[in-house]
């Protein structure tokens, strides 16, 4: 904050004069003028020892020495004699050089706030120009307690301070005995009065001039008549000033020699009663205004519609300023306040220095203040300064003063409104216009220096500063500079409530000085405005060229400034005032503003749901600020519990506005996020951060918000945006509380009495005003304090007894459509790799606790993990997965290692003492523990979907047993940790982590090619549960349930040409074993080895046509193209004569040496579709294609006549016969969608209807479909597979692709043929076996909404009989 535009070079460190004799004293150290440091010395009020005061300098003969008289007769009682001796005699010289008659050396301000802090700098200022020394003139405060505990700035501006009685102005500012007392005992040469207060009683000057000591003002008899509102206005009618019509309409005076207006007449003006108010409005006609003789600032003036209002001002009127007369006037309507600042000279001259225009009021408190006065015309405007200089010469006026006139722009009359005989709060604006200091010349003046001898007038009139010719003032005209200047009062008042004074606390005050803009602030730093106070504590000026030039730098100012703190401020109010195209016309008259604030025009503009949302930001951010602390603090004093720790993450939060309720639950999605939830849906997600000055920054919907807010009595007062909006506290309607904090003046009616919701049930007086407080309901009230009682706000006055409890204005719960500002932005999509960090960033935060969904996380980790638009990276795509994955477990670990098996108040207890200090760390730790559930459910959730991965993640049929697979010993190492944690949160993790374990204990790849080649040379028999097979039994290896199908095709081409036969062999079954096979043939010839096979499908009891395939091996793509006219002869040979008019034959190519190349299957298409008729002439039904480079797994790709060779992209992955084994034809009726899973002989798809319409829209079905090798369907096989089948549901659900599925139906094809028992019997047990496994799991089976199940066995006709009945 600045106190001015720039800190001159000038200011030095002083150390300011400390009294020994004073009955109480401290010294504080503090921020010197314009940010110097000083001791300064503290002196109580109380009664002292005497001790020698300043010697006062007398007027001097003519032609007597004044500098030489002054530096003799005034030694300085100083720190430094030296010093002030300099000073005075420099004060002295400069007295006689300008024709002065005496020598102020020390001011007693005896003000506070704006006044005090204005006057000491423009007076230092001045010293420092004129006299080289800013510390030429001491300045002593006055301080009350308040101001102290306030951080004024005028204490710190001072060289000295005198403690006084706080609360009301009559005890200290306002208190003409005590201001005197201090003058005369701290040796004072004048007092200046500023404005309020004690500074338009004559009392003042009237004591002052008794003890020798000089009144920076008009002298007594002059003020009283011309600060008497009543006086000023007979004089006014006495010199012919056009007036208003008034209570005291044609009266006269001429002054008697007290230099007052006689009694008799002053008395007929005034109204004393609410009767004569009365009888007098009606005479002169309504609207009128009530005003205080010695009232002023806004205080003691109000303005009346009708006899109601006035009965109920008079009485205000009254309080505000009590014991002065009053008078009433017709309130002129459209009319501008136009105001002439006069100085006058005990030499009989009066200066107009320009004028001001005031018209912006509210409540006839200026807001804006602008000069020159461009609305009058010139000539017109110079008319009302003579006026104004002749009023003030006739009277003999000293001192500065103002001249106000009320102007009517259309006809430019002008009526004389008052004279106020003091400097006033806006004199910056004439000095910014005329570069006259002002109260630097009215210390001039009461040096005794001539007006025409001060050489800022003398500039202002072009003549030589220090030149002493005289200047007719009446007659000579000055030439205003190229400008114009805007004003704008910072107070301590809300807006929003009629602009209702506000008291408390300033932690800071942000404004910026430029060369066209600067402001006067009356407190500092941690310093705040008190309820004794006046509620102006700055002023802002602006200048331009132009008015328009002005008005925009005002409005720049004021949007760039910030003041943090208890208290509201009207500056966003302001701003919008400047916008208005009024203003801008310069179109307004005095009764503009009031009338936007009676319509409210002009009010802040913002979407109620924003406040609201913001208001829950706030809220929330600093509530989790306090929890986290407080658990800390509990912690570090020893205690461990963390009950209710989840409250950080996870709470509900009410907040009313406008009448209404709305109910939200806020969740922490990381350390700088906060999630609305309304309804159970998320509304916003917002990041949240807090700037180093407590301001929070919220992002959401596209939009950064600034929030900041304090929580008071009545409610929660936030500032968004630079705009302040109050979220009041839901209260007791029954309850009366004040909003303001000040003293209670008296209630409005008996206790007991009824008071009417609307209309005021009490009068309060705060920051000097008298304001009444309205009730909310009607009803009977019962009194809870007494008048005169200090009150703050909150606080409760009184409770009623409710009129009519049903009328009662009632809060609702919110029950529509939350507005969120939509995010317009257009950011790029992230990259692949982008979106796996965000995704694995996810899930470290659902791990460390915060509040995210869980099965979203996980799909979407394993989405982005599985992308195929991931860069290639070190080790490969799986090992990049594993080493993710392995993290995730990590820092599960980290956490849960340190708690499982142990009491959590224990473990607490022991990081705390380890940890010390580091209490974020432990917080951190035990919020990540609170939410052991969902991290659990999340760490489960992998491992569940971990056999999955191999095949997501490598795009391959590759299972999490196969070594293509292999996951790192660090990665071992952590799920064996998982699995050995202990306790009843982990009991299902662990077991889930052995199971995984245990999946992995295979044996390495080439030991499992090395056993198959022994099996398939006939070197060893097959091993069986129930026992061991035959040496070289392929047929048994063929059936085998544990056959590693997918290495057969490594050994297609096997050195040994009898291992390469019994795998073409076996393959060729094993593929068809679902069909009667038969015959097999190898045929190796013309450079081509095929593998010649009849088959036909299984049809009991009709008759299959009989198919014919070749299996024919190549090497890659380039040298199978170059051979496929052989491969079609091959395959045209051994279908020979055999009718094709379907397509039922087919055609297997497998490719031994194809490296991986994601554009095989196009490549492949396209060289089929060179021989696509030939194929049809043979009655090819599917080509398929095996790729693979030993020892690596081969991919299948499936190219069918149907589609005119193209790939079936369902068939991708997938063997030959398995589409047919499902059955997936009977799917035709849906779009597939195939989903990751286990077993390669399972398939789940989500199917969506293709023709039926749901009560959702198109229907979604869970698809399984299982191929079983087991042959112990009635011995507990059936129960296994159902079993798996449902748990392959299950984790097959976590895909969202699966949301919105209404059903999940079942389908298994057992492919080994049952021959135990009889026919009928058979089918008997099988069906039993299955309804027993649906009645006993019938739970599951409704979780996962199976409504169909479908099982398909082939059963011997009878024990040991070829024939199978499917």
Request: glycine content about 8%; proline content about 5%.
């Amino acid at each position: 904050m600045q106190a001015l535009s720039a800190a001159p070079s000038w200011a030095q460190p002083r150390r300011a004069h400390v009294s020994a004799n004073t009955a109480r004293r401290s010294t504080l150290h503090r921020s010197g003028f314009l940010g110097e440091r000083s001791s300064v010395g503290h002196h109580a009020a109380a009664p002292a020892v005497a001790r020698r005061p300043l010697p006062r300098v007398a007027a001097l003969p003519d032609g007597r020495d004044v500098s030489l008289k002054a530096a003799v007769s005034a030694p300085a009682e100083s720190s430094s004699s030296a010093e002030a001796s300099s000073a005075t005699e420099a004060i002295a010289k400069y007295v006689a050089a300008h024709g002065g008659k005496r020598v102020i050396r020390k001011v007693l301000i005896a003000n506070n706030g704006m006044a005090a802090t204005k006057s000491i700098i423009s007076m230092r200022r001045w010293a420092y120009n004129e006299l080289g020394d800013e510390n030429a003139i001491e300045f002593l405060a006055m301080a009350t307690p308040e101001d102290l505990n306030a951080n004024a700035e005028f204490i710190r501006f001072a060289d000295d301070f005198v403690e006084v009685p706080g609360g009301s102005n009559k005890n200290n500012y306002a208190n003409v005995n005590l201001i005197v007392d201090i003058a005369e005992r701290e040796g004072v040469d004048a007092v200046w009065p500023g404005w309020g207060h004690a500074s338009e009683n004559p009392k003042l000057p009237t004591a002052l001039k008794e003890k020798g000591i000089q009144f920076i003002g008009p002298t007594a008899p002059v003020m009283s008549v011309l600060g008497d509102k009543i006086a000023a206005n007979i004089l006014a009618q006495t010199a012919k000033v056009p007036s208003i019509p008034w209570s005291g309409d044609g009266l006269e005076a001429v002054l008697n020699e007290e230099g007052t207006i006689p009694d008799e007449i002053f008395n007929k003006a005034m109204v004393t009663t609410v009767e004569e108010s009365l009888a007098a409005a009606n005479r002169i006609g309504y609207p009128v205004m009530l005003k205080a003789s010695e009232g002023g600032g806004g205080k003691g003036i109000r303005m009346s519609n009708n006899d109601e209002e006035l009965k109920v001002n008079f009485e205000m009127v009254k309080a505000e300023v009590p014991g002065s007369p009053m008078f009433m006037m017709q309130l002129c309507t459209q009319a501008r306040h136009l105001e002439v600042q006069i100085v006058g000279d005990e030499f009989g001259n009066a200066v107009a220095l320009s004028g001001r225009d005031c018209s912006t009021q509210r409540r006839f408190q200026k807001i804006f203040e602008e000069g020159p006065p461009t609305i009058a015309e010139p000539a017109i405007f110079r008319e009302m300064e003579k006026a104004a200089q002749r009023l003030t010469q006739n009277i003999g006026y000293i001192g500065a003063g103002t001249v106000e006139y009320l102007y009517n722009a259309e006809t430019g009359n002008f009526f004389f409104l008052e004279l106020n005989p003091r400097l006033q709060v806006e004199h910056p604006v004439t000095e910014g216009i005329t570069n006259v200091n002002l109260p630097a010349t009215q210390l001039q003046v009461a040096m005794g220096i001539p007006l025409s001898r001060i050489p800022d007038i003398r500039r202002f009139y072009g003549r030589d500063p220090d030149g002493d010719s005289d200047i007719d003032f009446m007659e000579e005209d000055y030439e205003l500079p190229e400008r114009h200047l805007i004003a704008a009062r910072i107070t301590a008042e809300n807006p929003d409530e009629g602009f209702k004074p506000t008291s408390g606390g300033i932690e800071r005050v942000s404004f910026q000085s430029t060369p066209d803009v600067w402001g006067y602030f009356s407190v500092g730093a941690n310093g705040g405005v008190h309820e004794f106070a006046d509620s102006q504590f700055g002023h802002i000026f602006a200048t331009g060229k132009t008015r328009e030039q002005a008005r925009k730098s005002l409005v720049i100012a004021l949007k760039g400034m910030v003041v943090r703190g208890e208290i509201r401020t009207a500056v966003e109010y302001l701003v919008q005032l400047l916008e208005t195209e009024d203003f801008k016309n310069n179109s307004i008259d005095t009764s503009w503003l009031d009338g936007i604030i009676k319509e409210k025009s002009i009010a802040m503009k913002e979407d109620p749901h924003t406040i609201v949302a913001s208001a829950v930001m706030y809220r929330a951010f600093r509530m989790v600020q306090a929890e986290e602390a407080a658990f800390k603090e509990f912690w570090q004093k020893g205690q461990t519990a963390t009950q209710g720790i989840e409250r950080v993450i996870e709470f509900p939060m009410e907040i009313t506005y406008q009448d209404v309720k709305y109910s939200f639950t806020v969740q922490r999605r990381s350390p700088d996020s906060l999630v609305l939830r309304l309804k159970g849906e998320d509304l916003i997600d917002a990041r949240i951060r807090e700037r180093s000055d407590g301001v929070l920054l919220g992002i959401w919907g596209g939009r950064t918000h600034e929030i900041d807010g304090l929580e008071e009595p009545l409610g929660l007062r936030m500032v968004l945006d630079g705009q302040t909006w109050l979220l009041p506290n839901q209260f007791d309607p029954s309850e009366l509380r004040t909003d303001v904090t000040g003293k209670l003046i008296r209630y409005l009616q008996d206790d007991g009495g009824e008071v009417v919701a609307g209309k005021p049930f009490a009068e309060v007086e705060a920051m000097k005003m008298v304001m009444p407080l309205i009730a909310t309901e009607t009803g009977s009230i019962s009194h809870a304090k007494a008048g005169g009682a200090v009150i703050e706000a909150g606080d409760l006055l009184g409770t009623l007894t409710l009129k009519d409890p049903t009328k009662v204005k009632k809060i609702l719960p919110f029950g529509g459509e939350f507005r969120v500002a939509a995010d317009e932005g257009s950011e790029a999509p992230p990259s692949a790799a982008e979106a796996l960090e965000e995704a694995i960033a996810q899930t470290n935060l659902l791990l460390d606790g915060y509040k995210l969904p869980v099965d979203e996380t996980v799909n979407n980790l394993i989405e982005k993990l599985c992308d195929p638009e991931l860069p290639d990276s070190e080790g490969g795509r799986w090992v990049r997965a594993c080493s993710i994955l392995n993290g995730v477990v990590d820092r599960y670990l980290a956490v849960e290692k340190q708690f499982a098996g142990k009491k959590a108040d224990s473990v607490v207890g022991d990081l705390a003492r380890k940890n010390g200090s580091k209490l974020d760390d432990l917080l951190k730790i035990v919020l990540a523990h609170a939410n052991i559930k969902q991290s659990t459910r999340m760490v489960l959730s992998l491992l569940k979907q971990a056999p999955t991965l191999p095949q997501r993640v490598m795009g391959g049929p590759v299972g999490w047993a196969d070594d293509h697979a292999p996951i790192s010993d660090d990665f071992r190492a952590s799920i064996k940790s998982l699995s050995n944690l202990r306790g009843a949160d982990y009991g299902e993790l662990a077991l889930a982590a052995s199971n995984i374990l245990l999946e992995k204990r295979l044996p390495s790849i080439d030991k499992r090619l090395a056993e198959l080649k022994t099996l398939l040379k006939g070197d060893a028999g097959l091993k069986r549960s129930w026992g061991t097979a035959e040496a070289g039994d392929l047929k048994c290896l063929s059936e085998s349930p544990t056959l590693a199908v997918d290495l057969l095709p490594s050994l297609f081409v096997d050195a040994d040409e009898s291992v390469a036969d019994a795998a073409l062999e076996v393959y060729t079954k094993r593929v068809y074993r679902a069909h009667n096979v038969i015959s097999t043939e190898i045929v190796r010839a013309d450079d081509l080895t095929s593998m010649n096979f009849k088959f036909q499908f299984n049809t009991y009891p009709e008759e299959s046509p009989l198919r014919s395939g070749v299996l024919a091996l190549s090497t890659t793509l380039d040298a199978a193209k170059a051979s496929m006219p052989a491969i079609l002869d091959r395959l045209a040979a051994h279908v020979g004569d055999a009718p094709a008019d379907t397509p039922v034959h087919v055609l297997h190519i497998a490719l031994s040496a194809q490296g991986e190349d994601s554009a095989l299957a196009e490549r492949c298409a396209a060289a089929l579709s060179e021989h696509r008729g030939r194929m049809a002439e043979l009655g090819v039904k599917f080509v398929n294609v095996i790729a693979y480079q030993p020892p690596n797994l081969p991919s299948y790709y499936t190219f069918t006549a149907a589609s005119g060779y193209q790939e079936d992209p369902l068939y991708r992955g997938e063997r030959p016969t398995v589409a047919h084994l499902l059955e997936l034809a009977r799917l035709e009726n849906y779009n597939l969608t195939r989903l990751p899973t286990v077993n390669r002989d399972l398939h789940v798809y989500v199917g969506e209807s293709k023709q039926g319409f749901g009560k959702r829209g198109l229907q979604k079905h869970m698809l399984l479909r299982r191929i079983s090798h087991s042959r112990d369907a009635a011995e507990g096989g059936i129960e296994r597979v159902l079993a798996k089948a449902v748990e392959a549901l299950d984790l097959a659900s976590l895909d969202p692709r699966t949301k919105g599925a209404s059903s999940g139906r079942i389908y298994i094809n057992f492919l080994p043929v049952q021959t135990d028992g009889p026919f009928d019997q058979a089918v008997s047990s099988l069906k039993a076996k299955v309804l027993e496994f649906i009645s006993r799991n019938s739970t599951e089976l409704l979780a996962r909404q199976v409504d169909e199940m479908e099982i398909r066995f082939r059963i011997a006709e009878a024990p040991d009989s070829p024939v199978q009945v499917p």
